[in-house]
C-alpha cells in the first residue's frame, strides 16, 4: 500500500511539474504584418492571393503573374501584384 501511494505521489508532482513547465513557458509574439514591405516570397503571395504554392509556380512558370527572379530566388512586388490582379477583375459595374 505504501508503494502505490508514493508511485501515486510521484506521478502526481511529474504531471504537476509538466503542467508548471508549460505554463511557464514564454510563447513566441505574434509575427507582425511589415506593412512597408514590399517583395514578397512564393510562400507569402500564395497565402496573400490564397493560393497554392505550386499554383504561383505555375502562374509564375507561364509567365502570367509579375515576379522578379534572383539567381534561385523568386520574389513578387506587392504593387504589381496588385495592379495585375485589378487588370484580372471582371464583372465590375460602374455606378
Same mark, same amino acid.
Given at each position: 500500500m505504501l508503494k502505490? /501511494?508514493?508511485? #501515486?505521489?510521484?506521478?502526481?508532482?511529474?504531471?504537476?511539474?509538466?503542467k508548471n513547465t508549460k505554463? /511557464?513557458?514564454? #510563447?513566441?509574439p505574434p509575427k507582425k504584418e511589415n506593412e512597408n514591405k514590399k517583395y514578397y516570397t512564393v510562400t507569402e503571395i500564395a497565402q496573400y492571393l490564397n493560393l497554392t504554392e505550386s499554383w504561383i509556380y505555375k502562374l509564375k512558370t507561364a509567365n502570367k503573374i509579375p515576379y522578379i527572379q534572383i539567381e534561385s530566388k523568386i520574389l513578387f512586388d506587392i504593387d504589381a501584384i496588385n495592379s495585375w490582379l485589378n487588370e484580372k477583375r471582371s464583372g465590375l459595374v460602374n455606378g
Open positions: 502505490v /501511494k508514493f508511485v #501515486a505521489t510521484q506521478k502526481l508532482k511529474i504531471m504537476t511539474e509538466v505554463t /511557464k513557458a514564454k #510563447a513566441l
